[in-house]
């Protein structure tokens, strides 16, 4: 899409916010100190247990190696400084604006109108009960919750949202996802998580019905308001992490291979 017919200020402005803070930098910054704070409980960073299958253990294996090193480290540097001279100013004026409980609002719409990758991920995993718990809850927060600024489908049925994506679908039947990959603009991946990306993104319907430059403006702008408004929710968590991490590329990676291991045995045991 990168080939369109775009101002190139427009084109670096509006990756530069496409969630390459919210991908790397959230999960950094849930990483634990250094020092002898406990793991955090939801997302435990450990080594691989002796049950897990050969497919998990290949998938932490070749990323630990990280072939793609002096790549992935130049990329992660670039992520930085895009965060540090882009995103973090303009969330920290839009946070000035805006309330905390409006944009955990718009928060929860954004999150509401990506319901077919996670029911087709889930449906496509056998998890039935959990894609149709996500059909129940589009229909319900998009109308009672009024465009999913609000969450009735949890808050009054207790419907949870069960997330997935194409990424962890490779992962629940055992493909290895290959090495570690920094992606610019978009943060910590896997080469089998970058095929999920581009994956879920074809089950975007909204290509298949307009203009590619519709599609490209409203995409954009969906993805620069997110990744926006998540890093106004989280202006201090980074920089907490950056404080008490010795090796901040190592602990981002460290981090973010443990969790995606972590969801997809919660995937498969239920606990999602």
């Not at 929860?108 to 077919?116: E, F, G, K, T, W």
């Not at 009672?144 to 808050?155: E, H, M, R, T, Y």
């Amino acid at each position: 899409m990168l080939n369109r017919k775009l101002p190139l200020s427009f084109t670096l402005l509006t990756f530069a916010a496409m969630l390459c803070a919210p991908a790397s930098r959230a999960r950094a910054a849930d990483a634990p100190p250094a020092s002898n704070a406990p793991p955090a409980s939801n997302a435990p960073i450990a080594k691989p247990a002796p049950a897990e299958t050969t497919a998990d253990t290949d998938n932490l294996q070749a990323a630990e190696s990280d072939p793609l090193e002096p790549f992935n480290s130049a990329m992660f540097t670039f992520n930085l400084k895009l965060d540090d001279w882009v995103l973090h100013p303009v969330a920290s004026g839009y946070a000035k604006v805006l309330p905390t409980g409006a944009r955990e609002a718009v928060g929860r719409a954004l999150d509401n109108v990506r319901v077919i990758p996670r029911f087709v991920n889930n449906a496509v995993q056998l998890r039935i009960p959990q894609a149709g718990g996500e059909v129940a809850r589009f229909g319900i927060n998009t109308t009672v919750g009024i465009l999913g600024f609000f969450d009735p489908a949890d808050k009054l049925l207790g419907l949870k949202e069960h997330p997935d994506d194409f990424g962890l679908t490779i992962r629940y039947y055992h493909v290895p996802t290959g090495p570690y990959l920094m992606l610019p603009f978009f943060g910590p991946s896997t080469i089998g998580d970058t095929v999920g990306r581009v994956a879920d993104g074809f089950m975007d319907p909204i290509p298949y019905f307009v203009p590619w430059y519709v599609s490209l403006s409203v995409d954009s702008g969906t993805r620069v308001i997110d990744a926006v408004n998540y890093r106004s929710l989280h202006l201090d968590q980074f920089e907490q992490a950056d404080r008490y991490a010795v090796d901040l590329y190592g602990a981002v990676q460290d981090f973010y291979l443990q969790d995606r291991n972590n969801q997809v045995k919660n995937l498969r045991t239920g606990d999602d």
